[in-house]
């Protein structure tokens, strides 16, 4: 936490996660272009966001890419800012509006609003939790386990190259399915993805998810990968990522859930439906 900090400490810094978070993928000579500061400056500041786990990269070809990474962001508000809040009260004023009405197809892009624009049709998101590969592999494939830090949503499959997964809150709503393209426990797993739970991001078609876990010492680096998106891709599609990892260490690290509105407004939806 005390790198992410220091690193948000700086005006420079900051201005370039919003430069990422207006487009995200960018590359150093781009970014360069943005601020009246040398390569060098440019490059100093890039690593410490690097080090501070606010920015991921990917190399294509010669290039090197920048990727706003908000989950450390996210863990913030998580450990720092939710629990000195007032409890979600807007979230939870909109939520039983939502779910009298049982409009459930128009409650999820809610839960998702957040997000960077990928326009190169790449979003990157990296977090550490301190657990083994087997453990986390387990919570990744697990539906039970998933369903704890994944509002609510069951992923099940028999995970084997080729098969075939499916993910919803049981008898309430069908959030996606897809293919496993890889499937290397406890290390890589690589996913097709179309999302289903509405007729805006049906439209966007199929999308690729790849699970990285790395060990590092005592713990592990996870790094999500969700690529393949259409360059005007809905925020919906990719903005949950966030939280949804923000939840999954909470839950190995405490073994505690964590209350995001997305967790408290499938917790209270699936009663709802069967009312």
């Known amino acids: 936490m005390d790198a992410v900090f220091k690193a948000l400490s700086d005006s420079t810094r900051r201005g370039l996660l919003d430069e990422l978070f207006k487009q995200d993928g960018q590359t150093l000579n781009a970014l360069e272009r943005r601020l009246t500061m040398t390569r060098f400056g440019v490059m100093k500041?890039?690593?410490?966001?690097?080090?501070?786990?606010?920015?991921?990269?990917r190399r294509r070809g010669r290039e090197k890419f920048h990727f706003l990474n908000p989950v450390p962001i996210r863990l913030v508000h998580d450990r720092w800012v939710?629990?000195?809040?007032?409890?979600?009260?807007?979230?939870?004023?909109?939520?039983?509006?939502?779910?009298?009405?049982?409009t459930m197809e128009n409650v999820m892009p809610v839960s998702f609003a957040a997000g960077?624009?990928?326009?190169?049709?790449?979003?990157?998101?990296?977090?550490?939790?301190r657990t083994t590969p087997e453990?986390?592999?387990?919570?990744?494939?697990?539906?039970?386990?998933?369903a704890k830090y994944s509002f609510g949503v069951e992923t099940s499959s028999e995970w084997t190259p080729g098969s075939?997964?499916?993910?919803?809150?049981?008898?309430?709503?069908?959030?996606a399915t897809g293919e496993n393209l890889e499937v290397d426990p406890p290390r890589l797993l690589v996913q097709s993805f179309t999302a289903l739970w509405s007729n805006?991001?049906?439209?966007?078609?199929?999308?690729?998810?790849?699970?990285?876990?790395?060990?590092?010492?005592?713990?592990?680096?996870?790094?999500v990968t969700h690529d393949q998106l259409p360059e005007d891709a809905n925020p919906a599609l990719y903005g949950g990522w966030p939280m949804i990892l923000s939840g999954l260490k909470s839950l190995l690290?405490?073994?505690?859930?964590?209350?995001t509105?997305?967790?408290?407004?499938?917790?209270?939806a699936k009663p709802a439906a069967e009312g």
């Open 164 to 175: 075939s997964y499916r993910a919803a809150v049981p008898g309430v709503i069908d959030i």
């Open 82 to 102: 939710s629990k000195y809040a007032e409890p979600w009260a807007a979230t939870l004023s909109g939520l039983k509006q939502r779910l009298e009405d049982n």
């Open 261 to 268: 509105p997305g967790s408290l407004l499938y917790s209270q």
């Open 135 to 146: 453990r986390l592999w387990e919570a990744i494939t697990n539906p039970e386990t998933r």
């Open 253 to 259: 690290e405490t073994g505690e859930s964590l209350t």
């Open 116 to 129: 960077t624009a990928p326009v190169s049709g790449i979003a990157v998101f990296e977090i550490y939790i």
């Open 200 to 223: 805006e991001v049906k439209a966007a078609g199929p999308s690729r998810v790849t699970w990285e876990i790395e060990p590092v010492a005592d713990s592990c680096r996870l790094t």
């Open 45 to 57: 500041h890039l690593r410490v966001l690097e080090e501070a786990g606010l920015v991921t990269t």
